[in-house]
Each structure stands twice: as structure tokens, then as C-alpha cells.
């Protein structure tokens, strides 16, 4: 499957698209089961150097990848059962955030030793643990999938017959711009592209599964998450961002390319200009 979009609009990398099967595909990068991780440098591989990767309930790597990939909430019974109470303390100001400095502390013993300054620090996602809590209890959007394994590859090894949940593209701050304005010129009124601050695989995943479910489908802009950041490096360059749409709007999006702003004047000024 390939992308007018991604051509028309000179993307630096394939779009990567996300599936779910009950087919686990052969040589994917996968997680080792009930390792911690951040399942971003698995994305950026994909991404950049085109592998492709998959995901299950026991290979999800950290409780928010497990919302964002679509196996439900694992916020109750994070980290051995420390749970939302310990990561509404996190996702604010950590241990000083917590009502038990000591019990927090002790439980973040069990997150890799590279990891614990910034849980005894916090994430700083929310000004405060109560305002996380609702986050997690309700405002995340939860799918639990009912195949058994999430992919992400890239979209031209995405097989006739197969149909991607989620199309995603990476792109510098230019390309960004032609993307929202592509996706405006198709949806109706001033809001077409959703930017939740969450963490980058929620925001290729959870975020993205919900406006699916929607008549009016919007875009979701991510990899606005700092932490996601620094465990991916510069396997994705600094300046880009993710620009995650689901399926059906990626088509709707694939037919208003064929003759749309990729095709006139200004963009056409614009990238001559930005390959001088």
C-alpha cells in the first residue's frame, strides 16, 4: 500500500501503519514479555529504518503503552499494584505529590534503576495528582482490542486484503503545516486536528482508536512527550512530530491529494525554497 500524501507532500519516511491481528507477523522486534520499556525506539525503528514490530498483553512494555496500544487500562494494577494512586503521584510532581512520601519511594524500587529519578521527581503531566487520577480514571480513551496482537510496519509492506486501524506519518514542522491544512480542507468546521498532552504512544494509539469510533473522525498531532523524547534519541530527528490519522480519514485524505494543496502554488514556493 504506498501514500499520495507521503509522496505529494515529499515525507522523509514511509507513513507506518498499525494493525490489529490474531497473525503475529515472522521477525518483528518485539518486546521481551513483562519488561518495562518505552515502546517508542520500537516505533522509530519502524518508522526510519522500515523493521516492523508487535505487541501483545504480555509484551506492551509500561502501563500507558498498554492503554495506547489498545489492551485496556493497566493504570490499576501498575508496578506491582502500586496502581493509580502511585502513578497520579508520578504524572504530577512525584514523591512530594504523593500522600505517602515513604510508600511511593518504596515502590519505585521496583521501576529500572535508569528510571528512578525521574519517578521520585515526577513526569510533571499534570499540575497536580488529583487532576492525573481523573486522567487515567476517565479522560484517557480505553480500547481493549479482541486480537491478540497490535503491529506496527511500515505501510508499504501492509498486504492487499489488509486494512490498517491507524495510518501514521512523521514529519518536520513544513510538512506538519501541508498535513493539518490537507485534513481541513475535508472536515467540516475549526477543529480538525486533536493534540491531547499525553504520552507519544497514546497519541499514535488510544487518542487516534477513539476519533475512529467517531462519524467525523479528526487527525491527531503527537510526539509532543519529552519522556518519548529521550528514549528515542535521534533516531527520529528533533524537529518532527507524528501526525496520526485513522483509516478512514487516511483515504479520505489519500483522494483530496490527488489534486489539492500539495498541488498549488504556495506549497510548490514553499519546498523549492526549503530545498535550496
Known amino acids: 500500500m504506498r501514500s499520495i500524501v507521503a509522496q505529494k507532500a515529499g515525507l522523509r519516511y514511509e507513513p507506518v501503519a498499525i494493525l490489529w491481528s490474531n497473525t503475529k507477523p515472522e521477525g518483528a522486534l518485539q518486546i521481551r514479555p513483562h519488561v518495562q520499556a518505552c515502546i517508542m525506539p520500537f516505533f522509530a525503528q519502524v518508522a526510519v529504518?522500515?523493521?516492523t514490530a508487535v505487541f501483545d498483553r504480555e509484551t506492551y512494555g509500561c502501563p500507558g503503552a498498554r492503554a495506547g496500544l489498545g489492551f485496556g487500562n493497566g493504570y490499576y494494577d501498575a508496578f506491582k499494584g502500586a496502581g493509580v494512586e502511585f502513578m497520579s503521584?508520578?504524572?504530577?510532581?512525584?514523591a512530594q505529590s504523593s500522600q505517602n512520601p515513604e510508600a511511593y519511594c518504596a515502590a519505585v524500587q521496583h521501576v529500572p534503576k535508569r528510571e528512578r529519578a525521574k519517578f521520585i521527581h515526577g513526569e510533571r503531566l499534570h499540575k497536580t495528582p488529583e487532576k492525573a487520577k481523573r486522567f487515567m480514571t476517565s479522560d484517557l480513551p480505553i480500547t481493549d482490542i479482541a486480537e491478540q496482537y497490535v503491529i506496527f510496519t511500515p505501510l508499504g509492506k501492509v498486504k492487499p486484503g489488509e486494512r490498517p486501524v491507524v495510518v501514521v506519518f512523521v514529519a518536520d514542522p513544513l510538512r506538519i503545516t501541508g498535513l493539518v491544512t490537507l485534513v481541513g480542507a475535508i472536515i467540516e468546521g475549526t477543529d480538525p486536528v486533536r493534540?491531547?498532552?499525553?504520552?507519544?504512544?497514546?497519541?499514535?494509539?488510544?487518542?487516534v482508536y477513539d476519533e475512529?469510533?467517531?462519524?467525523?473522525?479528526?487527525?491527531?498531532?503527537?510526539?509532543?512527550?519529552?519522556?518519548?523524547?529521550?528514549s528515542v534519541g535521534k533516531t527520529i530527528p528533533e524537529n518532527m512530530f507524528t501526525f496520526s490519522v485513522p483509516f478512514s480519514l487516511?483515504?479520505?485524505m489519500e483522494a483530496e491529494a490527488e489534486d489539492g494543496v500539495f498541488d498549488g502554488p504556495i506549497w510548490k514556493d514553499l519546498t523549492a525554497d526549503a530545498a535550496r
Request: charge should be positive.
Open 49 to 51: 529504518k522500515g523493521k
Open 195 to 207: 493534540v491531547p498532552p499525553m504520552a507519544a504512544c497514546q497519541q499514535i494509539g488510544a487518542f
Open 250 to 252: 487516511f483515504l479520505e
Open 212 to 230: 475512529a469510533r467517531k462519524e467525523h473522525p479528526r487527525a491527531v498531532l503527537g510526539y509532543t512527550d519529552l519522556s518519548a523524547r529521550e
Open 89 to 94: 503521584a508520578f504524572f504530577a510532581k512525584g
